[in-house]
């Protein structure tokens, strides 16, 4: 199995553009994140949702620890869709090209979301309307399978290599972006609407702003032209007839060590953005100031993840993921501590450190390491395979286990902790076990297949 695949570009200059200039890299990289905060603001909305109202609306005959928990077993079923659209989007990216799958993707998940807004409740059709809900949940997850590979490549393929973790950070704005947003128009309609007329009608406001959303999204991503390293892959080779078999025979050391590495990135994120909301409720502290302080350390990672995405260049992709998931690793603990004394000083920092480094440390090098581990023909479906699989596996049920576990210890958070801690251990093996792919710590060179165009 090969271990190293560089290119054999004729100039090693890191620095060489990739694509024909600078403008058109702006706008690639602008795209890409609008693209991105669409089609997950669609995805992410439905995870404050259960935070916060699910339980009430479509599992109201239970206990609300138990009906949480159900919400979130519903919010989990997108993960587990996640990975079948990221090979089946992932091939329809080999193949097709970055630009129309992503065309593709933002409509079904889109339209999935818009659906929700419009669903009946427990009190009008019974339990029919989980059912409903775990089926556009489905779809939601097949579609989002493939945009996060797709949005990457965009704005990777474009920059040139020496300045790559830069550029392609702005793409995982997107995410915390996305998230943001419904967190917010969740807390003004909380604090602005009664109780039952949020619970009755204001909850489906941020799912019908959705259609708002998609059309913007579509706009722009339609204005994107495709990726010249995928032109030129078509136009040099005919593409891989089943890239996904040729990764796993070829690099698998790629795959599952990528697959490893994602693991702390997809546990933490939901760990701060939506569990420790309902451990809040669980210790009798308001969750409003877990939101608020959600809120504020978001927008601090905004900030810094292109930073981050520039260390990378600057000291290396793997170097920087490693650093920043010990980092996670030392504030598991704190962060709940920081919870149980309901200070809201002390939770608004434990969250930004949380999340605007340890959660941004391991995000944005993956935005340039994931699709510097695999060769062009077969880019989309690599990327796509290590980030779906690795979010179902540790994203996917986070939640659900987590408040599991809860229940069962009694509301001491210890087994959840150590749950975290594994899932963090894990990534730091498969960290260990990869290589560094940065050119500017390679000498100039790629690892693997990345084929390099002059400016013109």
């Known amino acids: 199995m090969p271990t190293d695949l560089e290119s054999r570009a004729d100039s090693p200059d890191p620095n060489r553009t990739a694509t024909g200039g600078s403008k058109q890299l702006r706008r690639t990289v602008i795209a890409s994140v609008i693209g991105t905060i669409a089609e997950y603001y669609d995805f ?147 604090a602005q609407l009664p109780e039952d007329a949020f619970v009755s009608w204001g909850w489906r406001i941020p799912f019908l702003l959705s259609a708002v959303v998609v059309v913007i999204g579509l706009y722009i991503r339609l204005r994107v032209p495709e990726s010249e390293t995928f032109r030129a892959v078509k136009q040099q080779q005919e593409p891989q007839q089943a890239p996904v078999k040729m990764l796993l025979r070829q690099h698998r050391r790629e795959v599952f060590g990528g697959m490893l590495a994602k693991f702390v990135e997809a546990a933490v994120f939901p760990f701060y953005t939506v569990f420790l909301v309902s451990y809040a409720k669980a210790q009798n502290v308001d969750s409003s100031i877990v939101l608020d302080a959600v809120i504020i350390a978001i927008i601090v990672e905004l900030i810094l993840l292109p930073l981050w995405g520039r260390l990378t260049d600057r000291i290396g992709r793997r170097t920087t993921y490693l650093g920043a998931a010990v980092l996670n690793l030392v504030l598991v603990v704190p962060a709940f501590l920081a919870v149980d004394t309901g200070n809201t000083v002390l939770i608004t920092l434990l969250l930004i450190a949380g999340l605007a480094l340890g959660h941004a440390g391991t995000y944005a090098p993956q935005a340039s390491y994931f699709p510097e581990l695999f060769p062009s023909s077969a880019r989309y479906s690599g990327v796509s395979v290590v980030w779906q699989f690795g979010a179902m596996l540790a994203s996917g049920p986070f939640t659900v286990v987590a408040s599991a576990l809860l229940v069962v210890a009694g509301g001491s958070f210890t087994w959840v902790a150590v749950y975290l801690a594994a899932l963090i251990v894990l990534s730091i093996v498969g960290l260990r076990w990869l290589p560094e792919t940065a050119p500017n710590r390679r000498g100039g060179r790629e690892y693997a297949d990345w084929p390099r165009y002059e400016n013109h």
Not at 112 to 117: E, K, N, P, R, Y
Not at 144 to 162: H, I, K, R, S
């Open 44 to 190: 992410f909305i439905y995870g404050t949702a259960s935070a916060l109202v699910f339980n009430k609306v479509f599992f109201p005959e239970v206990d609300p620890l138990v009906g949480t928990l159900a919400a979130f077993s519903t919010y989990a079923v997108g993960f587990f869709a996640r990975p079948l659209g990221g090979l089946v989007w992932g091939h329809v990216g080999d193949r097709l090209g970055r630009q129309k799958t992503l065309v593709y993707t933002l409509l079904l998940t889109g339209l999935g979301t818009f659906a929700v807004g419009l669903m009946p409740t427990y009190q009008q059709i019974g339990l029919w309307a989980a059912v409903i809900l775990v089926l556009v949940r489905l779809i939601q997850g097949f579609g989002v399978g493939g945009e996060q590979g797709g949005a990457l490549l965009l704005t990777a393929e474009a920059a040139p290599p020496g300045k790559r973790g830069f550029y392609a950070s702005f793409v995982q704005m997107g995410s915390p972006a996305a998230y943001l947003i419904p967190t917010v128009l969740f807390a003004i309609l909380e």
